[in-house]
């Protein structure tokens, strides 16, 4: 079946633009999860969402960052007035169900890398 | 918080023969789970092996297996025959109702 997918793959930006990325997760799939991978790093947690549940937003660095699930499928991620140091490979993972007793695995979208001039 | 860490951030070995990548993990918890990603150059993500807490055989996963020492906190990756195509960075995490925490990765180079 389908994974979970990700536009755009790429995005170069101007250094206060705003910008949008897309995640489309796994169909079936309650937990949604946003990372944020700097060049050579480890995965920063950025936001979950899980069902209708209020989604945890404490990774998110700062109030440019925002993040909407709309009807618990596809999310997007927003940056506004974007910044040089928020370049990065932006991932996106879903899984079938994140704080309840069934599988617990992430599977990852292929990612966004995010450039900003 | 849960914290990981991986005290190695690269390590090499020759085609064919074993690597074991280290993971240490801070955590109050009882029940939770553990895994191992690994990262290619392009970039994807995937899934090698997991293991949960309450368990205390070792998960095996064809040529991978863990070493899952709870008492210890600790949480390494066997990598038996290495393959060219196992190079890559590899992630330990830890996850606990749906947080997941990752280490900073190390990155392997399977030398032929």
């Known amino acids: 079946g389908a994974g979970v997918s990700q536009s755009p793959s790429n995005k170069v930006t101007e250094k206060g633009k705003d910008v949008e990325l897309r995640c489309d997760p796994i169909s079936g799939h309650t937990a949604l999860y946003w990372y944020r991978q700097s060049l050579g790093q480890g995965l920063e947690f950025l936001i979950y969402?899980?069902?209708?549940?209020?989604?945890?937003k404490s990774g998110l660095p700062s109030d440019r960052f925002s993040a909407e699930r709309t009807g618990g499928s596809v999310s997007t991620l927003t940056i506004q007035r974007t910044q040089q140091e928020d370049s990065a490979v932006y991932l996106c993972?879903?899984?079938?169900?994140?704080?309840?007793?069934?599988?617990?695995?992430?599977?990852f979208g292929p990612g966004t890398r995010l450039t900003v001039t | 918080a849960q914290t990981v860490t991986q005290s190695q951030p690269e390590m090499s070995v020759q085609e064919a023969e074993t690597v074991t990548l280290s993971c240490t993990y801070d955590?109050?918890?009882?029940?939770?789970?553990l895994f191992w990603y690994k990262q290619p150059p392009s970039r994807q993500m995937i899934l090698v092996i997991r293991?949960?807490?309450?368990?205390?055989q070792n998960a095996t996963e064809n040529r991978f297996s863990v070493n899952f020492q709870k008492a210890a906190k600790s949480f390494s990756l066997k990598i038996s025959d290495s393959q060219l195509g196992d190079t890559a960075m590899y992630f330990c995490a830890f996850m606990k109702l749906g947080d997941m925490r990752f280490g900073a990765g190390t990155r392997l180079t399977v030398k032929p």
């Open positions: 969402f899980q069902g209708n549940s209020a989604p945890d």
């Open positions: 293991q949960e807490a309450y368990k205390q």
């Open positions: 993972a879903s899984s079938l169900d994140g704080a309840g007793a069934g599988t617990h695995e992430q599977y």
């Open positions: 955590t109050s918890e009882s029940n939770y789970y």
